[in-house]
């Protein structure tokens, strides 16, 4: 089992800057994939930026440029730094950790609100 602990969201108005950062605990030495995904209120989760412990890294399309994903194996954890905020960004962000091993399994944080006023 992977326990996952979310922080760093809040309000923030457009063009802003937040920091989401993600602690990992529980086996942790089995975690392929860490991510973030978000899911804005009507709307189903999406995925916004995974990075593999290799270091390679996926971004949905609405937030290349302005997103960046990066992980410290050594303390087990996930961030990701958001720039230039859009009000389209307000979501519920949700860190993600995938064990790939036979099949897939997905453990989820609890989630942490981001709000981007216009």
């Known amino acids: 089992q992977v326990q996952l602990v979310e922080s760093g969201g809040g309000l923030v108005q457009a063009g802003g800057s937040l920091r989401l950062s993600c602690a990992a605990s529980?086996?942790?030495?089995?975690?392929?994939?860490m991510g973030w995904y978000r899911q804005a209120p009507g709307k189903q989760r999406e995925l916004v930026a995974v990075?593999?412990?290799?270091?390679?890294?996926n971004y949905a399309d609405s937030v290349k440029g302005r997103f960046t994903v990066s992980r410290d194996n050594a303390k087990n954890t996930v961030s990701l730094q958001m720039n230039s905020l859009k009000p389209e960004d307000t979501a519920v962000y949700y860190c993600?950790?995938?064990?790939?091993?036979?099949?897939?399994?997905?453990?989820w944080g609890k989630g942490t609100l981001v709000t981007v006023s216009s």
């Open positions: 993600n950790a995938a064990v790939l091993s036979v099949g897939r399994m997905d453990f």
């Open positions: 529980g086996s942790i030495g089995s975690i392929n994939v």
């Open positions: 990075i593999r412990i290799g270091g390679s890294t």
